[in-house]
């Protein structure tokens, strides 16, 4: 019963993350930060409300993810999840790609406000971003790697500490949870309403664009 409720919660979850993904798109480009600035709060509070939700599920089914799909599972999650460096890792892909596509404009003078036209201060803050991002996750991910090799799962008695094993794991989802959370809400305070708005899209098509292809993939594997 909970992972069905766990699975609509999901659900729920995407299909929020689609219509936000689309007021986004049609707000990007209008000449107007206060509502671009309100879609971006509305996106940032939709991934807190998940992340809160998550905290409360059984950690066993968050780490397996069974309303996700195998492609999704094995390419695309990091401790039940989308790694946080990715969306540094965005800011520079969609930065790159927009900066080459307006550099005569640039050479000119001419500002776009967009990713493409990150400042030097920006820059350094993402870059220490990520550095710090980077440090996190892979304390956590040799945190994992010991609950998975079995260090501390015995008892005083001699038998296994399922209680303790799951204890585990769950603190280990719920920072991995806290540090995607953090990342995005530094993102986004780094960057202007429009620039947010461009990578807030650009996360959204990755986290679909995966879901998608993991359903037409696992789709196609069986017929």
Known sequence: MEVEAATRRFHLWLRGLRGLRREL?????????????SLV??????VECYTA???EMDPVWTLSAPWASPVERGAAYWLAGWRPTTLVHLIYTESGRRF??????????VSSGNLGDLS????????DLQR??????????????LVQEGHGAVAAGGGIDVDGIVG???AVLGRADALRLRTVKRAVEILEPAQAAELLVAAADMEIGFREFGLKYSSARSD
């Open 168 to 170: 585990r794991v769950r």
């Open 25 to 37: 798109r049609a707000a990007r480009w209008a000449d107007d930060p206060a509502q671009l600035g």
């Open 53 to 55: 939700a998550r905290a």
């Open 41 to 46: 709060g509305r996106f940032v509070a939709h």
């Open 120 to 127: 030097p201060s920006q820059l350094a803050q993402i870059d």
């Open 100 to 109: 080459e596509a307006q550099l005569p404009d640039l050479l000119l003078g």
């Open 132 to 145: 710090r991002t980077v440090a996190e996750e892979d304390g956590l991910s040799r945190e994992m790697a």
